[in-house]
């Protein structure tokens, strides 16, 4: 069976979104201040994409009308920081809307505090 046009554009197009989108948009190259910091940006990628086409019957020969588009949104979070072994995220993001976001936000921090007091267990029992 012969190849049908949708298919070339849509290769097309998801090897242009293909270029434009790879693991460096979403955590960014490193950054190393002054005084030793490091920070890393992250971001959230989104994005859409759609495809449709038709045959169009022309009395010598079938026609193809098609398009293809796509849209792609980068929208900074944050930055994770490494100090002295320590790494943080720093988020740039508004702040939670419902209680659900507020507790996933809240997830890394209650991490490091169950660590913290582990530690303290520790030392306190040595």
């Known amino acids: 069976m012969e190849r049908h046009p949708i298919g070339d554009l849509t290769e097309t197009t998801l090897s242009k979104i293909k270029e434009m989108i790879d693991v460096n948009t979403i955590v960014g190259n490193p950054i190393t201040t002054p005084d030793g910091i490091m920070l890393i940006p992250v971001s959230k990628v989104t994005f859409g994409f759609a495809s449709g086409g038709s045959d169009v019957p022309i009395k010598e020969r079938g026609g193809f009308g098609g398009a293809n588009g796509a849209g792609i949104k980068i929208e900074p979070v944050g930055f994770l920081t490494i100090s002295d072994g320590i790494i943080k995220m720093i988020n740039i993001s508004a702040p939670a809307n419902t209680t659900v976001d507020r507790v996933v936000e809240l997830i ?16 306190k029992k040595d």
């Open 108 to 123: 890394p921090e209650l991490i490091d505090k169950g660590e913290q007091l582990v530690d303290k267990y520790k030392k």
